[in-house]
């Protein structure tokens, strides 16, 4: 199954022809290829954390999802997932006394266990903080990403649109 | 279709084959590698503490108006 997705970057001299890979210290899901699910998810972090250029760009691409974890849509993936975590940060917890960041249990699911040899990616969720939202205090809407490990399950990569960063 | 055996074996393979210092270490490594790659406009406060077995530089900065936290051993 293929999904259209999201990615945002700052608006450089050139435009990108492939995503750029985000090894940011805190990013959701360890290193990889971040895309957004919504087009305006992938706006919000443009004016959000892509401001060092005054402008971003979002581009737009085809996800093949067959051999994603997908945590967000399938039952199944969501109960695997939550039952990995756990246990992976309660062993690490017992072992060390050390209580494990998001970005380092998932870090430790791509480099310790190789996850990234067997799946493609893992689609994830949590809850916007945002003015699209039509109904007062109800996140009725999902805020969902999509760490791709691997370039080959992302295809028609192109410049779909640029935004001046608001002010701050 | 994903192969959810083969992913859960491989978690459990990598914790059984943990020790306390191998997991210590790792865990350390990623926090350290997280303070080399900080950007040189973050501002830092620097504290240190002195536990029972081992002293602790605890760093925390701001970046772009984030909090960011890191430790060091």
């Known amino acids: 199954m293929k999904r259209v997705m999201y990615h945002t970057q700052e608006r450089r001299h050139v435009r990108l022809k492939t995503p750029i890979i985000c090894m940011r210290s805190n990013a959701w899901l360890g290193y990889g290829y971040y895309f957004w699910y919504d087009e305006i998810d992938a706006i919000h972090w443009g004016h959000n954390s892509k401001k060092q250029t005054g402008y971003f760009e979002v581009y737009k691409a085809d996800i093949e999802c067959d051999n994603v974890l997908d945590t967000v849509f399938n039952e199944e993936n969501y109960t695997f997932w939550k039952k990995q975590i756990e246990k992976a940060a309660q062993h690490i917890m017992q072992k060390t006394g050390i209580r494990t960041t998001l970005k380092e249990i998932n870090q430790y699911f791509q480099e310790r266990a190789s996850w990234s040899d067997v799946a493609d990616g893992i689609l994830f969720q949590d809850l916007p903080n945002s003015e699209d939202l039509l109904v007062t205090d109800f996140n009725y809407r999902k805020r969902i990403q999509l760490v791709a490990y691997k370039l080959d399950i992302v295809s028609n990569f192109a410049f779909h649109d640029e935004w001046k960063c608001n002010k701050d | ?73």
């Open chain 2, 1 to 73: 279709m994903l192969n959810l055996k083969q992913l859960e074996k491989q978690l459990d393979d990598a914790l059984n084959n943990e020790t306390s210092d191998s997991l210590t270490q790792w865990l350390l490594t990623q926090r350290n590698s997280e303070l080399e790659t900080v950007p040189f406009e973050a501002e830092f406060v620097k504290t240190v503490a002195i536990t029972s077995n081992m002293a602790t530089v605890d760093y925390s900065y701001s970046y772009n108006g984030a909090d960011v936290y890191a430790m060091a051993a």
